[in-house]
């Protein structure tokens, strides 16, 4: 196993970061690269005590000892990009490939300015509606043309795919998820590209042939932000006495909340190419699952969730996420 794709199975913020940097610490990857969307991106990644909100910086920074890079595919806000560089500290182990796509300040203006884009879609005002549409018409400008991005810039195809030839660890980190997708999604209420993991293959230049698995992301409740039609959605007052309230890590916008949707989880599996799934906040369908680490530890409400789940997706459900951090995580891929 070398080449992975970790991707989210929903409408995002399925804690895809957290998945990453579980998986990071375990298997060692000498690089972990970025596809998706751009900026509009938020992951939240919590270590100990600290929550990190990242909207550029691969989610894997946690993880010291691999270098960081973001894909061709990716849109990037040098604003946002060199701010988070900076508070993270990663400069010298963070690269950008030089094609990726530059977002201006004029695109955030168009976003934000756009009636259809803000109030219809309820976009992000990141800006990247806009620019991916300029980059279509070609006249975007790119992170080779961008002095201050000079010291950042790499050829991430080549660096990718010569770590896969020496046999080294590589994660491919997706964002969004795949009910926003700008193909398979509820257009129009979608995102600005495809976010399915033959995208985010493309988005680093790594064909379909290099990857070896599929990791698709599932949230026991499922999220969405922002407009458009959500299946399982269950009444604010439900979920709030259910105990679950979320808010945008980018836009801060209160998240809805939603049940479940094997049906969805079985397309969204089937389109991504799903090998293996991991389900995230399960101590949400049952508290007492709460940090577990072993399998054993969850309840049989929980297990039987787990099963219902595999039965929709088809695939082996390997990863179990209990809580926000890092280590509270059940991790069944050395046993299937
Ligand atoms: P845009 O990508 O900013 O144009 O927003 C289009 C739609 O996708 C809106 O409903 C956003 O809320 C949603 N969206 C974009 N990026 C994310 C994300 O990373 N997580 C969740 N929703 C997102
Ligand atoms: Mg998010």
Redesign the pocket.
């Known amino acids: 196993m070398s080449c992975t794709v970790i991707v ?1 199975g929903f ?3 399925e804690g895809k970061g957290k998945i990453v940097a579980h998986i990071a610490h375990k298997d060692r990857p000498a690089i972990i690269s970025r596809g ?2 751009g900026p ?3 992951h939240t990644v919590m270590k100990g005590a600290t929550e990190y909100g990242v909207r550029m910086v691969p989610s894997g920074f946690i993880y010291p000892d691999a270098r960081l890079c973001i894909g061709a595919g990716v849109l990037v806000d040098p604003r946002v990009f060199l701010h988070e560089v900076d508070m993270l500290g990663v400069r010298g182990r963070i690269f950008v490939d030089g094609r990726c796509g530059i977002i201006e300040e004029e695109h955030i203006a168009r ?1 934000r300015g756009s009636e259809h ?1 803000r109030a219809t ?6 800006g ?2 806009p620019a991916n549409a300029d980059r279509v018409m070609r006249t975007l400008r790119q992170a080779k043309d961008l002095p201050e991005l000079a010291d950042y810039i790499t050829d991430v195809p080549l660096e990718l795919n010569t770590a896969i030839d020496e046999g080294r660890v590589v994660l491919l980190e997706g ?3 795949f009910g ?1 997708s700008l193909f398979y999604g509820t257009y129009p ?4 590209k495809d976010t399915s993991a033959s995208q985010i293959a493309a988005d680093n230049g790594v064909g379909p042939t290099r990857i070896d698995d599929v990791i698709v992301v599932f949230k026991a409740y499922p999220t ?5 039609p959500f299946t399982t959605e269950l009444s604010v007052t439900r979920s709030h006495e259910m105990g679950i309230e979320e808010y ?4 801060h ?1 209160q998240r809805r909340i939603g049940q479940w949707d094997g049906a969805m989880a079985r397309y969204s599996a089937m389109v991504n190419g799903c090998t293996q799934a991991a389900i995230t906040g399960i101590d949400r369908v049952d508290e007492e699952c709460f940090g577990a680490t072993e399998y054993a530890r969850l309840t049989p409400k929980a297990k039987e969730f787990v099963r219902q789940a595999e039965e929709d997706i088809g695939v082996p459900v390997t990863l179990i996420s209990t809580g926000p951090e890092v280590s509270q995580i059940v991790d069944l891929r050395g046993e299937i």
């Open positions: 989210g409408f995002g913020d998706g969307v509009n991106a938020g976003d884009l879609i309820g976009s992000t005002g990141t990247c509606g964002t969004q998820g926003i209420y979608v995102t600005s969405r932000v922002g407009e458009g945008g890590t980018v836009t916008r």
